[in-house]
C-alpha cells in the first residue's frame, strides 16, 4: 500500500506541479498523510483490541482528525482553492489502493 502510494504521489505530483507547486507539495503531503493515518488507524484498532480500552481510541482519533484536517486548509491559504482537493485526492489514495488489493486478494483466494 505504502508503496503504490509513494509512486502514485511521485507522478501526480510531478504532472501537478506545472499548474501549481504547492498543489503538487499538497498532493505529496496528503499521500503521506494518508499512510501515516491508515498505519495509526491500524495500530489503533489493535490497541482496541488488545486492552479492550475505548478512551485510548477515542483520542487518538480526534488527534488525527484534528491533525489531517488542519493541513488541507494550510495548503489552501497558500495555493489555489482547489489545493484542498489535491491534499484529499492523496490523503485517500492509500485506503483506495488498500481496499483494491484488499479485494483482489478476497477474489483470488
Known amino acids: 500500500m505504502a508503496a503504490w502510494s509513494a509512486a502514485f504521489a511521485l507522478v501526480a505530483g510531478s504532472l501537478v506541479a506545472f499548474a ?3 498543489a ?8 503521506s498523510c494518508g499512510v501515516l ?3 495509526l488507524t491500524m495500530r489503533s484498532n489493535e490497541r482496541l483490541l ?3 480500552s475505548v478512551s485510548p481510541f477515542i ?3 480526534i488527534l488525527r482528525i484534528g491533525l489531517f484536517g488542519i493541513l488541507p486548509v494550510e495548503f489552501a ?3 489555489p482553492w482547489w489545493t484542498m482537493a489535491a491534499y ?3 490523503f485517500f ?3 483506495a489502493l488498500y481496499t483494491t488489493l484488499v479485494a483482489r486478494d478476497f477474489r483470488t483466494g
Not at 503538487?24 to 499521500?31: E, F
Open 20 to 22: 501549481s507547486p504547492v
Open 24 to 31: 503538487a507539495v499538497a498532493l505529496v503531503v496528503g499521500t
Open 37 to 39: 493515518n491508515a498505519l
Open 50 to 52: 488488545d486492552y479492550r
Open 59 to 61: 483520542v487518538s482519533s
Open 77 to 79: 491559504l497558500h495555493g
Open 88 to 90: 484529499f485526492i492523496g
Open 93 to 95: 489514495t492509500p485506503f
